[in-house]
């Protein structure tokens, strides 16, 4: 079965620290890739997604993800956190051709200001 | 301009009871997704639909859980009999293709 893994469950960062965050999804064929975030007392929003063309995306707030397509990963990445990234951050496939997502369980950001 | 909505935004119900919970999605969008989330999990598809479309109900957990929608418009999800595991946060997301655009869910908690 198709699943996504966040192998961070947790993560504490300083203010200004580099920050990546994992996601390995198990499928073969083509695939959209997407980040949510959800700060706290909010709803999820997408950060940004991958359909296809240049593997590294860039989103909102200064986070970029690189598609790589031999790891079967899509790995979110800020050079310099802040302390209003705390939140907990989702990452999503969906199989190109399918309306579904396969969400992971979910990374949460704690920046210590 | 506004976004998906649901209603209530919290639900307290005593096991056995019926709930409905609302969405109204973002005008315009033909796909609506309804999911689960409990505590510390990710988020557990539990149906889709697609314009006038037959629903993809291949998420629903057992036939206590059951949903509609009246065209490209509201949607409700009833869970009959509630179980205490049925507690969980249940949102709901609209889209115009491939991207989903979230509401604030509901938190349900049957005791």
């Known amino acids: 079965a198709q699943s996504v893994s966040q192998h961070n469950h947790h993560v504490i960062l300083s203010e200004a620290a580099s920050l990546e965050l994992g996601c390995n999804y198990s499928y073969g064929g083509t695939v959209n890739l997407f980040w949510y975030v959800q700060y706290p007392g909010q709803h999820l929003q997408l950060l940004l997604k991958y359909f296809s063309g240049d593997p590294l995306v860039k989103g909102i707030k200064g986070f970029e993800a690189e598609f790589i397509k031999s790891k079967f990963s899509f790995n979110l990445r800020k050079p310099s956190v802040q302390w209003s990234d705390t939140a907990e951050y989702f990452c999503?496939?969906?199989?190109?051709?399918?309306?579904?997502?396969?969400f992971g369980t979910g990374t949460r950001l704690k920046v210590l200001a | 301009g506004a976004g998906v909505s649901q209603s209530p935004s919290n639900k307290v119900t005593e096991k056995g009871k019926d709930v409905e919970l609302r969405c109204d999605p973002i005008?315009?969008?033909?796909?609506l997704y309804w999911y689960r989330q409990r505590l510390g999990q990710g988020l557990e598809f539990l149906i889709y639909?697609?314009?006038?479309?037959?629903?993809?109900k291949s998420g629903l957990p057992s036939d206590r859980f059951s949903a509609e929608r009246t065209g490209e418009s509201v949607s409700t999800l009833t869970i009959q009999r509630t179980q205490q595991e049925d507690s969980a946060v249940y949102l709901c997301?609209?889209?115009?293709?491939?991207?989903?655009?979230f509401g604030p869910g509901t938190r349900l908690l049957v005791l």
């Open positions: 639909f697609q314009g006038n479309s037959a629903p993809d």
């Open positions: 997301a609209s889209s115009p293709g491939s991207t989903q655009y």
């Open positions: 999503a496939v969906e199989t190109s051709g399918t309306y579904k997502y396969i």
């Open positions: 005008s315009g969008h033909t796909a």
